[in-house]
């Protein structure tokens, strides 16, 4: 209802602002008749004056002259003011009818053809937020969205938009952003780095195989990149690789020596490693340089069975001392490496068994599984899933 009042009070200004003017121009009554009389009778007056004289002056003669010229002057003014008289009187009229009529119409008409007249209105406080600093975040987020929907290949909106979803903790869609920004502007170390950080933080802290391979990607375009090596270390950390784990992360304390966070944290991995290393050396013995010697001169059968005994030697120390997370994840691989993938599983079951109060180990063994493609696959389409064969 505002909206209207306001927009029949600006129509009907501009209906006055045509109208006044018009009405300024009304003609005033004229003059013209007394100023012919006037000149009328000083001619009279010459005449007389004339005749009383017995011959005019030549000063006479020309001011009865001029007197002549202005009464010719006066009545070709009057002349022409009464044959334009009707003719203006007819634009008054078509100018008012306009105003009054034909603008107000337009004007209504336009606004229906091309306005909203059915849009309901908005509250004040949304109406002021033309500025981006009086939008919300989730408003700016639905702006940038709606406008990549329309311009998938802007590279610029999906930039700010990856930003956006970091700093607002939204992992699983900054990655979309960066699969996008990778798609547009090509692979690089930075990119790629970034987005396996975002599927990690979107798994739990827990490195995914897609992004245990963008590490390695980054580190194949450039093998100092120093935050890809870093995610890479605690990927092999997770799956129980500590020996590669602990040779990263050495080489990573040789870089920002003058960073002293950067030292603190690295050499603080490096005694937590060689520490899991030297424990898990005390409880699960592994092969010995004469162990080695000894198989490189075996048949390939006796070979066989020389490496299935200390596995099976590490799976009964495992049944005593069930805590030890290096020996569990080395009998996991060591039965998939052997195609004995039924024993893998239970294996890993049972390694899950003996750390049900821990979580982060859970999930440590869960991404070793999945990296040896242990786990089950749920069904679809209705389809039961076939069993590997061992």
Known sequence: MLFWTLALLML?????CVLL?????????????????LYLQQLADIDQKSAELEAPSEEIQQE???????????????????????????NLIVASFSALILLPALSVGTYFYTGSPTLKDQPLSVVRGGSLEDRSIEDMLQMAERHLAKNPDDVKGWTVLAGVYGRTNRPADKARALTELIRLSGPNPELLTDLGEALTVAAGEIVPIRARKL???????????????????VAQEQEGKFELALARWQDLAKIRRQDQQWQVMTSTKIAELRQ??????QSVSGPTREDVENASQMSTADRMTMIEGMVSGLAEKLQSEPKN??????????YSVLGKRDLAREAYQSAVAAFADDPTVIAQLESLAGNLELLPVAPQNGETKKEDSP
């Open 325 to 334: 997370l290096a020996g569990w994840n080395r009998l996991i691989r060591s």
């Open 276 to 281: 899991a290393l030297n424990d898990n050396s």
């Open 12 to 16: 009907a200004v501009a209906v006055l």
């Open 64 to 90: 009865r002259a001029e007197i002549a010229r202005r009464v010719l002057k006066q009545s070709r003014i009057k002349g022409s003011s009464s044959k334009h008289a009707v003719p203006g009187r007819t």
């Open 215 to 233: 590490f390695e990607q980054a580190l194949s375009l450039d093998p100092n990149y120093s935050k890809a090596s870093l995610y890479l270390a």
């Open 21 to 37: 003017p018009l009405a300024r121009r009304a003609e005033s009554p004229s003059d013209d008749d007394g100023s012919v009389d």
